[in-house]
């Protein structure tokens, strides 16, 4: 079997501005649809992770007044 050389054309290989700024496009598009859903995702396990660990800290200083809590351990929120 023989091998056939590839050639390309001057014109095929030339990047335009019209190109690009579809490309970009494309891009934003893509990465809003699949950013959103992963940045709502990852936005609920870090406020559900913050919500547990004031909890946890919150039992472990019972008896403290509500003001020494919010100092000690923040607020979830």
């Keep these: 079997m ?11 290989r030339k ?3 019209k190109n ?7 891009g934003f598009v893509l990465g ?6 992963i940045g709502w995702f990852v936005h609920r396990l870090y406020a559900q992770q913050r919500t547990a660990q004031v ?8 008896g403290l007044a509500e003001a ?7 607020t979830p929120y």
Aim: proline letters at 5%; glycine letters at 4%; aromatic letters at 2%.
């Design 20 to 26: 690009l700024l579809s490309s970009l496009l494309i």
């Design 2 to 12: 023989q091998e056939t050389p590839v050639t390309h054309r001057h014109s095929e």
């Design 32 to 37: 809003m649809v699949a950013g959103a859903p």
């Design 15 to 17: 990047i335009t501005r």
């Design 55 to 62: 909890l946890l800290c919150r039992q472990q200083n019972f």
């Design 68 to 74: 020494d809590l919010q100092a000690r351990c923040g």
